[in-house]
């Protein structure tokens, strides 16, 4: 079995105690099956101990105490994994951040941006985004893709490294995402066919008219609702970064009518990146690193198309966080500021199963349904 690991996975080391946003806090901790029958057979007070930190219910979780996993110390510390037994330990926080998924014979291991670690990792890294072999046998894959064909799975493989060969070229963002839009439009369409190979469709289908590509790839109307409805809620004041960009934002787009604030957007967007260029390599970065993670996770579903409207959504309000930084005269060389930012949005967006699902409505409804004339 071949194993390929993100090329920082070497460097990772938690920050336990120290870490800002940890996972022991904030999280649904799901509790597996096989977790779960050694809570049942383990013994004494410690097996009493571990059932009742369980829920009820056929779905087990970790019963959270303000907000805070069962097994966290005052210290911010695993009592199971200070006691020696990982085994006890439900396997999301075995393996947490990364994120391994099987498929066949080959295994691939990334990192969740949700951690702040892996956020500077990403974040110390942009030029330096690939997979590379790793020889140990020491990773237990998260999910595992039990339909297999190997004939799909080297197209797949084949559409990732054309894909992300074409986003590490000099196009630049708004071009980007115009064409990477309009190539996975196709494919969805293609691969529903199931008459053709998949690789005689052409990798991407380049848009000429650059003049007319934007930064604002969906509507602000659209993003707006993502800010102000789906991500501003009671729960946001736990992430207090979240929490007052909400309310910087509101207090700068707020009044705008769409069209305005679709124009600012695009201009300031413009002015920011020509002021500090490293961003561009941020936000195409980020594309790259979701598409490492994103084609193989929809390898199953053949949501590609999908998965990619979603995954503009997450790079958007990424991008947002730093313009209103922009704006607000800060500094976007602060790398502790653009960890916090990242970790925050993808632990808020991408990996919270509620809102995630909350934007996926929205884009059927406003965007794909509208654009497409059909649902998913």
Known sequence: MGTRVISFYDNFKCLASNCPNTCCRGWKISIDDETVRRYNKEEGREGMRLRTTMTFGKEKEVRKFFGRCANE???????????????????????????????????????????????????????????????????????????????YYRDILYIRDKVIEYINSDVLLPKLLDDLYMYFRSLHNHVLSQDVDIKTLPVIVENDND???????????????????????????????????????NRIFGQMTAKEADYFFDEKIREMIEKYPGLHKKYKAYLS????????????????????????????????????????????????????????????????????????????????????????
Not at 99 to 117: K, Q
Not at 340 to 351: S, Y
Not at 363 to 370: A, S
Request: glycine share 4%; charged share 30%; aromatic share 14%.
């Open 211 to 249: 003049s007319k590509c934007s930064y604002c790839f969906y509507s602000l109307s659209i993003i707006d609702k993502v800010i102000m409805n789906d991500l501003k809620d009671g729960r946001i004041k736990f992430f207090d970064v979240l929490y007052e960009f909400s309310k910087e934002y």
């Open 73 to 151: 110390t005052n210290d911010g510390l695993c009592r199971l994994e200070l006691q020696g037994r990982k085994d006890l330990m439900p396997q999301v926080c075995r393996v947490y951040p990364r994120r391994s998924i099987r498929i066949g014979d080959d295994m691939e291991v990334t990192f969740e941006l949700s951690c702040p670690m892996s956020a500077r990792l990403f974040i110390e890294n942009l030029d330096n985004i690939y997979l590379k072999e790793h020889e140990e046998d020491d990773i237990d894959p998260v999910w595992i893709q039990d339909m297999f064909n190997e004939k």
């Open 289 to 376: 690193y979701y598409m490492y993670q994103m084609l193989f996770s929809s390898y199953e579903s053949v949501s590609f198309y999908k998965e990619y409207l979603l995954g503009v959504v997450y790079l958007m309000i990424i991008m947002m966080t730093d313009l209103v930084d922009y704006l607000n005269g800060r500094n976007l060389q602060d790398m502790d500021r653009q960890v916090n930012n990242l970790n925050n949005c993808e632990k808020r967006l991408r990996h919270n199963v509620s809102t995630k699902k909350h934007i996926s409505h929205r884009l059927d409804e406003e965007f794909i349904k509208e654009n497409e004339g059909y649902k998913f």
